[in-house]
């Protein structure tokens, strides 16, 4: 596989289930990155991980909860979400820290929606 | 703080006509770069264009050329020959090289007309 794969693609859960959200990235880049995409919202950065170190953490509510366990996957746990938690994640990779000059290559989203 | 604006919710093109997609930035770092991305209706967000703060030449990648004027911070995308397949919602973004932060503006929503 090439890019940056999500899985699932889709996923429904209720308030108080614990999922997590997979991302996987084969282009040999060093930062990976969440991000939310609500209706009517600018993307919001919610984590930066580099070298699997994380670097930024846009003051994210604590029931979102980061792993990196190498610079190829990256997951998000969930845990007692909120309706207004509904929204599409994106991961996003990229091959220096912000993706400086190449910008980042994204996945295709994870569409939340939190009943 | 870096902001993006983008002032174009919804834009209309007639295919194979040429089209701006207008974005203004503030920031106060002399270093940073400036993208355009394109995202579907499946949701993936495609990587256009890259123009760093210290480039001289306005930078162009196929059918996509980035007009970037420095003086009046503006950085807008220009789409020549418009395909159907063009039909997609475009961000601009900026990212902060010195404190490694990226901003995205709101988006514009390109529908190119048959």
């Known amino acids: 596989e090439t890019g940056v794969t999500q899985t699932p693609r889709h996923l429904v859960m209720g308030m108080t289930n614990k999922k997590s959200l997979k991302c996987e990235q084969h282009?040999?880049?060093?930062?990976m990155y969440w991000y939310k995409q609500s209706a009517k919202k600018p993307l919001e950065l919610m984590f930066v991980?580099?070298?699997?170190?994380?670097?930024e953490n846009n003051s994210v509510p604590s029931r979102f909860s980061p792993e990196c366990p190498n610079s190829s996957h990256l997951f998000l746990h969930l845990h007692t979400l909120q309706p207004e938690d509904s929204a599409l994640y994106l991961c996003?990779?990229?091959?220096?820290?912000?993706?400086?000059?190449?910008?980042?290559?994204f996945g295709s989203g994870t569409r939340l929606t939190v009943v | 703080a870096q902001k993006i604006t983008q002032t174009q919710p919804g834009m209309f093109v007639q295919e194979k006509e040429a089209v701006t997609l207008d974005c203004t930035y503030d920031t106060s770092d002399p270093s940073y770069g400036l993208f355009w991305y394109k995202q579907p209706s499946s949701g993936e967000m495609i990587f256009l264009i890259y123009?760093?703060?210290?480039?001289?030449q306005n930078a162009t990648e196929g059918r996509y050329s980035l007009n970037f004027q420095k003086a009046r911070k503006s950085a807008n995308l220009v789409i020549s020959a418009s395909q159907l397949g063009d039909s997609a919602m475009y961000f601009c973004a900026m990212s902060d090289t010195n404190a490694g932060k990226s901003t995205f503006g709101d988006g514009t929503t390109l529908t190119v007309k048959p």
């Open positions: 996003a990779s990229s091959q220096e820290p912000q993706g400086a000059s190449y910008g980042y290559t």
């Open positions: 991980y580099n070298f699997k170190e994380q670097t």
């Open positions: 123009q760093g703060s210290y480039d001289q």
């Open positions: 282009l040999g880049h060093n930062a």
